[in-house]
């Protein structure tokens, strides 16, 4: 049975793709915002908008109860997560089973499952998937030294609940491992709410790549592809492409029948990512999976032509997938990278304000992802990602150079953002190359730029200018009896008046 | 007949000159002399698009976006990635002396860099802290940012505990140097 009507658990310019989504399926949309959103686009956008609370995310967009009551007040029959917040909450999976709202993602044993660390590299050792030579959980700090004696260092301590990079700490001898572990597991607390941890060994020189896969409830599960993710700052992706200039298609057909096989033995349904880690050999390492859509699908959807949150959906509402692996085919290249309100000449400070003039990008092959407006507010509550970019091109050349045209086009006035660091790095010899592994970003110390050497004339002339004109208008002030009769003259004709608009057919 | 102006910018005195060659606007910018002695002239033309604050500007037929906002007194320009407060004077066409960069000075007082909850405070009252240690931890946006000691002293005041809120700006410590 095709869904109705879907509430969407999220904000930002996911909950705007996930409306876009069910509009093109015409499924009517429920947004729901905290007071700091209430202008939000996802409000504007949807069919209908529930007001969830206080800014802070406990009061809103974490509040499942809340979530569940507006889904069954409003009569929605599904709700979709996006990403982050509940998105692969079990508790939250279970609730809406329990009140009889379908959760558009895995099922709640799956996400148990895959959403802790150490039972999901079992599994994947299980199925023949190699994974880093990792220890099991433990709680003790304590028990870290004796674990970490079967491990070689560079050690990564990790939290067991984990994801988006957060709880993550790199051990490079004995000596720093109380300290690691210790910060690792508060932060794993304040975090996800759970301090138990894992220790892993470190790989080097490695690429992330990831595949996709989607699942439907007919045994169907179709892998589409590879997306290179290397480029990340603290853990955090930054860049991330489709394919991957290291995938040749023989690594291609391993990797996704891996994932295939793992998503088969999680009993997996829906959509859902499987990380791992690729060494210079080639070799490669399961990480983890990703039990919900990714930030970077929008890569795979422009080179697999396909619409995978919409895909999500139908195969949550018990559809079978209309695709074989045989009907897809990859074209071109696609690049995406996130733009953050985070200053990169500030140490990457968050910056917040608000945004008085935004405009994005277009143009051939450009896809942007974004919840920006005039005046909106940037506040500290929520992560920082304002936008994402995405640029197709018949090969990676012609994509990097699209990317390039679209963030100069980019322009984005009260906060601060890394458009200039992505520039940077997209334009640095070894990205051009693709000569790319996770620690691009430590190992390529990225300086501001000098900005540009005319930039002082320009802004001196223009506030001169300014001053000029405002000068001049003084003068003419009460003096210009020519230019007040006419213009009185063109007002008894009904022309255009400057500012009013009057005459002209509007549409909103 | 041009009109000259001064204009501060960071720490660059830039003089410029306006003039009107048959309805079209030129000017001639550079340093003091550079004006006095006209050396080059560019065709300049600004105009504001749509309501928003955005503006463009001709020179010699290249064109430039910028935003422009109209302070009490000046304006705030923004220009590729940075933001410039500039408040130009009229000239008279007498040289100057540059006005003189204000040397900085490091304030014994730690301010909230950007809004958050701080999670955690590091030291107490009367502490001695070195230069870069780190004082509180502020979370915001999902991450904690350190707060480190611009200068090595003794903890005089402390404005915050942990979980209390900061907006940016806020006074949250006071080092007394030793």
Sequence with gaps: ?508 | MDKKYLIQLNEDLIALAIRDEQGALEACVGTEIDVLENKSWQKIKLEPVGLSGLYLLFLDNVPYELHIEKLASGYEIVFGRETFKVDPITWNGNLTDKPLKEVGTVEPIVRAPMSGIVSEVRVKLGDFVQLGQVLVILESMKMNNEIVAPISGNISDIKVIPDSRVDEGDIIFVISEV
Excluded at chain 1, 119 to 139: C, H
Excluded at chain 1, 159 to 166: K, L, M, P, Q
Excluded at chain 1, 376 to 384: K, L, P, Q, R, W
């Design chain 1, 1 to 508: 049975m095709p869904f109705k009507k879907v509430l969407v658990a999220n904000r930002g310019e996911i909950a705007i793709r996930i409306i876009r989504a069910l509009k093109d399926l015409g499924i009517k949309s429920v947004a729901v915002y905290s007071d700091v959103d209430r202008l939000a686009r996802h409000v504007r956008y949807a069919d209908e908008a529930f007001l969830l609370g206080n800014a802070p995310v406990h009061d809103s967009y974490l509040n499942i109860e809340k979530i569940i009551k507006i889904a069954l007040d409003s009569g929605a029959d599904a709700i979709h997560p996006g990403y982050g917040f509940l998105s692969e909450n079990a508790n939250f999976a279970q609730k809406c089973a329990d009140a009889g709202v379908v959760f558009i993602g895995p099922s709640v044993d799956s996400i148990n499952l895959l959403g802790n660390k150490a039972n999901a590299r079992e599994l994947a050792k299980s199925v023949d998937i190699p994974v880093i030579s990792g220890t099991r959980d433990f709680v003790e700090l304590e028990d870290a030294f004796s674990l970490a004696e079967g491990l070689s260092y560079p050690i990564a301590v990790k939290a067991s609940f984990g994801g988006g990079g957060r709880g993550i700490r790199f051990v490079n001898s004995k000596d720093q491992l109380a300290a690691a572990t210790a910060i690792a597991q508060k932060e794993a607390f304040a975090a996800f709410g759970n301090g138990t941890l894992y220790l892993e060994s470190q790989l080097r020189n490695v690429r992330h790549i990831e595949i996709q896969i989607i699942a439907d409830n007919f045994g169907n599960i179709i892998p589409l592809g590879e997306r290179e993710c290397s480029i990340q700052r603290r853990n955090q992706k930054l860049i991330e492409e489709c394919p991957s200039l290291v995938i040749s298609p023989e690594l291609r057909r391993t990797l996704s029948r891996a994932a295939v096989r793992l998503a088969r033995a999680a009993n997996y349904q829906n959509i859902g990512t499987v990380e791992f880690l690729v060494t210079p050999e080639k070799n490669f390492f399961f990480l983890e999976m990703n039990t919900r859509l990714q930030v970077e699908h929008p890569v795979t959807e422009f080179t697999m032509g396909v619409d995978l949150v919409k895909d999500q959906i139908s195969v949550a509402s018990n559809e079978e997938l209309s695709y074989d692996e045989g009907d897809l085919l990859s074209r071109g290249w696609a690049i995406e990278c996130r733009v953050v309100s985070e200053d990169p000449f500030m140490n990457f400070k968050p910056s917040i304000g608000r945004v008085v003039f935004a405009r994005e990008p277009a143009g051939p092959g450009i896809r942007v992802e974004s919840a920006l407006y005039d005046g909106v507010e940037i506040t500290a509550y929520y992560d920082s990602l304002l936008a994402k970019v995405t640029a197709w091109g018949p090969d990676r050349e012609n994509a990097r150079l699209r990317l390039q045209r679209a963030l100069k086009e980019f322009k984005v006035v009260g906060v601060a953002t890394n458009i200039p660091y992505l520039q940077q790095i997209l334009d640095s010899p070894d990205f051009i190359l693709g000569n790319v592994d996770t620690s691009f970003l430590d190992s390529h110390k990225l300086t501001p730029l000098e900005p540009d050497g005319n930039a002082h004339s320009i802004v001196a002339i223009a506030a001169g200018l300014m001053k000029h004109e405002e000068r001049s208008q003084k003068r003419s002030k009460n003096s210009n009896e020519m230019n007040q009769r006419s213009s009185k003259w063109r007002d008894a004709q009904g022309a255009f008046k400057e500012r009013s608009m009057g005459r002209w057919i509007r549409n909103i």
